[in-house]
Structure formats: C-alpha cells, structure tokens
C-alpha cells in the first residue's frame, strides 16, 4: 500500500482482495505528446483543466485525434464552444465499432456539425513550439492546433496484478471467472481493468464501458461478502450521441464476424422514427447481421436522431435469448405513431435480413 | 356481395375467402346516443366532420366519454385546441390496461394538461335539445357539453361471419389457428375481427392494434398464396401519448395475472430517462410484475416522458423469450448520459422485484 500524499509504502494483510484498477487511456510514444496543449479524457480534473484553458486562453484550433465516441463526444463540446476542430481517424469512418457503411453516417453527422474530418491519417507526431503544440503531424497533412485532445481508446490497467503475478487475457486484462475471482485465490477483479466474456461469439472480449463494469463490481461484492453470484458475460451493446445524432451497436460487427470464420448475411434499412406523417420523424438507419443457414441473430447497428438509437436494447435483448431473426419477425413490439411506424424500423431490417438466409 | 353506392347484390364464388371485417366502436344503448354533437372516433370521415364542426361551431365544452387510449388522445387533440374538456371514466383510473397505480399516473398528466376527470361515474344517457346534445348524464353527475367523443373501446366486426357459421371466440371474434384460418375450409380471416393467442397466458384473448392485425393479414396473404407461415401470437404490447406523457404496457397486468390464478410480486421503481446531470433528464416509472417462486417475467408498464415509454420494447421481446427476471438482470442494455442512467431503469426495476421473488 502506499499513501499518494506522503508517499509513505507498506504492507496491509488481506482476507479477500479486490484488483480494481481500471483502465488508463492510450498515450501514443510519438515526438512532442507531453508538449502543453495536448490532453488526454482521462479524468474530471482534466475536464476541469481543459475547460479553464478554453476559458483564458480562447484557443481558436483544436485538434481531437482518434474517431472513437470519446473523440466524437469532444469533438462535438469544441464545436459547440465555436472552435475550428478537426478529427483525425486512422480508419476510413470514424466510429470503428460499427461496420464503415454505418460509420459513414457518423462521419456525415460530424461535417455536418462543422468538424474536418482527416480520415486515414496516421498520427505521426506534434510540431511544439515554445514548449506549446502548435501542429500536429500525420502520414498525410500537418494541422495547425491550439489544443490538441487525444481520443485513442484506453488499456486495462493491469500493470500491478501483473507484477502480482495473477494471468492476464486479452489484451492485457486481468483474468477472471463468471464469480470474479482471478486465478489466484482470495483475490478478485471487477471493471475496466478485467476481461470479459462476450455472449456471442462466445470468446473472451475486452470492454471498457460502465454498464459492464457496475455490473461486474456488483457480482464481486456480492461474492466478496460471502453470497454467490455470476456475471455470465456481455453482448457489446455500447451507445452515443454526437450532436443530434445517435449511434449505438450490440453483438458482433462484420469483421468480428469473419474474424470467427463465421458467415453472415445482412440488411439495411432507413425508416422514420415516428409514423412518416407524426411531426419531428426523424431518421433511423438499422443493420442487422445474422448467420447464414441458422439466421441466428449476431448483431446490430443504430444511427439516427430524436433517441433512435436507444433502440439498440431490442437487439441486445434478443441476443441475449439466442434469437434467431426468424423467431424474431413477430415481435409484438410497440407501435403508436409518436413513437414508431407500425413495423417497427427493427422489424423492418429483421424481415429484409430473413430474405437472405 | 353488395355495392354499397348502388345498392346491387349478387353471388360471387371463391377458391378462397378473406374476411377483413375489422372492428366498430362501441355505442352505448342509452337515450339521446343519436343525438348530433356526438362522434364516435371511428372513420377518418367523422375526424373530418369533428375537425369542421371545431371550425365553424366553435363549441366551447367537449365532453369524452372512456379514458382508454382513443379517449385521451382525443382529450389531448380537444384541450390543445383551446376547448374546456372533461372525461369520464367508469374505472378509478383512467387507462385501465394499466394497474390502477401507474394509471394514476397517466390521470394526473390529464388533470395536468388541464382536462377535467369524472372517475368512477358512468354513462346513464344524454340530454338533448332541439335534437343537439347539451349534456352527459352520468350516475354521479351531469356536464354540460357542446361536443361529445365516444371513446369506449370496439368489438369485432364478426356479425357477418357468425352468420356464414363461422366459429366465434373470446368476445365473438373469429377464431382463427396460426395460420390465419378459420374453422370452416378456405375462409381466412385477420385483423381486428379475429381472436387472438396471448404468448405469456397461453390463452386467447382479443386485441385491436395495427401492429398485430398487419402481421397476421402478412401471414394470411403468404398462407392464401400457397404458402405456408404461421403468428404465434402477440404479448399484449401497446403504447400512447398523452400530451408530454408516455405511456406503455406489455404482458399482463395484475388483474390479468389473478383471473389466470397465478401469484406474482411486482416492483415499481422511479428513474430518469438520463443521466441526472444531463439536460433534459425526464421521470421515468417502471413497473414489472413477475410470478411468485420461478421469476417469470410477466409484465412490464412504464409511464415517463420524453420517450421512455418505447423502452416497453425491451420488456416485450423478454417475454417472448420467456425470460425469468433473474435472467434480466445482466441484460447489456445500451448506456450514455443523454440516453439512459448507467443502469437502465427497466433493470433497476428488474433488480428490485427479484429481491420478492
């Protein structure tokens, strides 16, 4: 143990000991990163940090790099505040978790928000000036910055139960069984910091979102406290908002897919939000992927506005329950014209997928 | 067969008969039914009409009779129109397709909304002058009115087919099997004049929704053309808006729980739409019902605004897997601030009715 503040160390004895350490944010190893200006969404005091900058010193550039939801989520509250920003995005389409026909659509909602997207630009390093950022450098374009965000995605933390010598999975998660325990006994792992089992593909996952993360503290505590419980494990249903636009997805996207050795077949579909002539309908684009031959349910993907994506919880639900799209057709799902079109705009992507199993 | 406009009728053979019959509101059998000023709110014609007479009359004081969902939204379209409204209600509560508690709720968002509500009083006829309506006479009271709207629910369009011998079910609509035939060869039947199955009872039951009536005349077509699909059956999904309220319900309520003779606890927890912190964060209820001893998920209501209510959705396709609500709990619905809490409100009330269980 060791007290932060006054940096004094020792040893405290422990029963059962609870690893929860969470994740920290990637740091590229790039030239100029820990010149001023550049910041990673770490914590709230970072938040409290860039928040004072954008106060004093009315930065008028930013540059926001990595297209993930935390770099979409900053990108938007820069824009939003009147800076130029600028995102750059390593793949195609920002949002990667979603196949890239669906990650265009995010990419649209972000011009049309005002942010210049840089995408398949590879972060090469910062141009610093003065110990200040005043550039930052890809394989492709230097972009003047006043304020640079690093959006990159985060890491397990696992650095100390690695010293510890307790098994690390995927990607460098802590190891742990459904109870939580990790291979050693009398200590546990709960959260950010620990590997996941995904329900789907059936493989351990690694995800860094709160929903799995409360969950699994719950199961923990429970276990720590004498009880028995299991977590059996998450879907990948995750969700954002970037600007009027929501984006969420659940199970497997296509090359998770593939990378299975599994086959699929999908489906497309733009609809409305409400019936077509309710005012405020908006757009609503659905995915849905399914095995070839069984129809088994693999996945989903929402894009849309006016809390369309929030949909996506159907599509959870029905993976959870192993559905395939045929069982799922007759879903007796909810239907008045302020809220839906009498199919369902998921009902509609399922009875288009059935045409091609 | 019979052209209505010429008044000719004459025999037309079939291979294959499709009754498409639908239903019709229900009049009461009471003094002064026929008098003008009062509509029923049946035909996109009597709409019409209602929306002339609102123009030319301007009548001031409109009286609904029935507080299901035909009977509030017709309040909500009167009161937003500038009309003195009251409604009258046979039950305690209005939207009694709802437990008496969470219908509680949707009758305060009227009384908010400013319409008058006259619970428990019903209809005893109306008071009539130079053949115009000028009151509604209830056991309790008598209210002046200019208009009247007859909300009180509809029967199926069946009179025709008991005539041909066609077998009758659950309040004299058409029985039908799954695949959409009735008991006598090569007559079909669908929609709002057939009976239908109710997946979480396991018994017949009638329902008169568009969702269900269009999946069923789908099957009927598919089966009329030579091939063969079968409806399940439905899990008792609807949904409304009541000015800024919505209101939703899937499954089967208390009393339906009762009749059936199955035991049940239930949970009803009150949540936000969103994160607490972020803007626009509304009250969400929810309420699940749940059998005693094995944790089968039963039903679900929930009654918020800004669009909870379409998270009914989640509740319905638990159902139709057959979930028990301790199957619920890890269920990976989608979390963000602008979308949800980190635990949806649908699992804080799933977590709270598996402590009953």
């Given at each position: 143990m060791q007290n932060l503040e006054t940096g004094k160390a020792w040893w405290e004895p422990y029963d059962q000991l609870m690893v929860a350490t969470g994740a920290v944010p990637i740091r590229p190893?790039?030239?100029?990163?820990?010149?001023?200006?550049i910041y990673g969404a770490d914590t709230i005091k970072t938040a409290i940090n860039i928040i004072e900058i954008l106060d004093r010193k009315q930065p008028e550039r930013a540059v926001v790099v990595g297209g993930g939801y935390i770099g979409l989520e900053m990108a938007e509250a820069l824009v939003l505040r009147g800076l130029k920003v600028s995102l750059v995005e390593?793949?195609?389409?920002?949002?990667?978790?979603?196949d890239a026909d669906m990650g265009a659509l995010v990419s649209a909602a972000l011009e049309e928000a005002g942010v210049t997207l840089c995408r398949r630009e590879s972060l090469q390093g910062f141009d610093v000036h003065n110990g200040h950022v005043k550039a930052v450098i890809t394989d492709k374009s230097e972009i003047l910055a006043d304020l640079v965000i690093l959006g990159m995605g985060v890491r397990p933390n696992s650095a100390l139960a690695k010293q510890a010598g307790i098994p690390l999975g995927k990607k460098d998660a802590i190891k742990v069984n459904d109870r939580m325990q990790?291979?050693?006994?009398?200590i546990w792992s709960a959260g950010d910091c620990v590997e996941s089992f995904h329900l789907v593909s059936k493989k351990p996952f690694y995800v860094a979102l709160g929903t799995v993360a409360n969950k699994q503290g719950r199961i923990a505590g429970i276990n720590i406290g004498g009880g028995n419980a299991t977590f059996p494990g998450a879907v990948g249903t995750a969700i954002s908002k970037i600007c009027e636009v929501g984006v969420a997805r659940t199970g497997l996207q296509a090359k998770e897919i593939e990378n299975l050795g599994l086959s699929y077949v999908s489906s497309k579909i733009k609809s409305k939000?409400?019936?077509?002539?309710?005012?405020?309908a908006q757009d609503i684009t659905v995915k849905v992927l399914a095995e070839s031959g069984s129809g088994r349910l693999l996945g989903g993907q929402i894009v849309g506005k006016?809390?369309?994506?929030?949909?996506i919880d159907v599509l959870a639900t029905a993976l959870h329950a192993g559905f395939t799209v045929q069982e799922m057709i007759h879903l007796d799902l909810s239907y008045a014209p302020p809220f839906s079109p009498v199919w369902d705009p998921v009902l509609i992507a399922i009875r288009q997928v059935i045409k091609k199993i």
């Open positions: 190893d790039v030239s100029g990163v820990d010149a001023e200006g390593q793949a195609g389409e920002v949002m990667n978790t979603l990790t291979d050693i006994a009398n939000t409400r019936a077509g002539y309710y005012p405020d006016g809390g369309a994506a929030k949909r």
